[in-house]
């Protein structure tokens, strides 16, 4: 099992910059991609960014140009730097690692951390 833990979550204002990390430990071999999501109340849980442990990186069109994913496989925890903050990037970020998958031994089922608060003020 993977066990994720965030922090640096915040209030921030708007144009300010923020950046969340996610610590991964237990089994952190079986960890193919880690991402980044987001959930407002009442809405659904949404990609923001991707990394996969080659280091390829996918966004979310909302945070094109002003995110950075970033991994650091060594100590086995990413990073979320985001710039140009907008109110409507308000939202609980949570991490995730998309496991390798039973063909490697390792569990099909993707891990979440606890979510951390990120509050922009207009």
């Known amino acids: 099992q993977i066990h994720l833990v965030e922090s640096g979550g915040g209030l921030v204002q708007a144009g300010g910059s923020l950046t969340l990390s996610c610590a991964a430990s237990?089994?952190?071999?079986?960890?193919?991609?880690m991402a980044w999501y987001r959930q407002v109340p009442g809405q659904e849980r949404k990609l923001v960014a991707t990394?996969?442990?080659?280091?390829?990186?996918i966004y979310a069109d909302s945070v094109k140009g002003r995110f950075t994913i970033s991994r650091d496989n060594a100590e086995n925890t990413v990073r979320l730097q985001m710039n140009s903050l907008k109110p409507e990037d308000a939202a609980i970020y949570y991490c995730?690692?998309?496991?390798?998958?039973?063909?490697?031994?390792?569990?099909?089922?993707?891990?979440w951390g606890q979510g951390t608060q990120v509050t922009v003020s207009s």
């Open positions: 237990g089994d952190t071999n079986c960890i193919s991609a």
């Open positions: 995730n690692a998309v496991p390798l998958g039973s063909g490697y031994g390792c569990s099909d089922f993707g891990s």
């Open positions: 990394m996969t442990n080659s280091g390829s990186a």
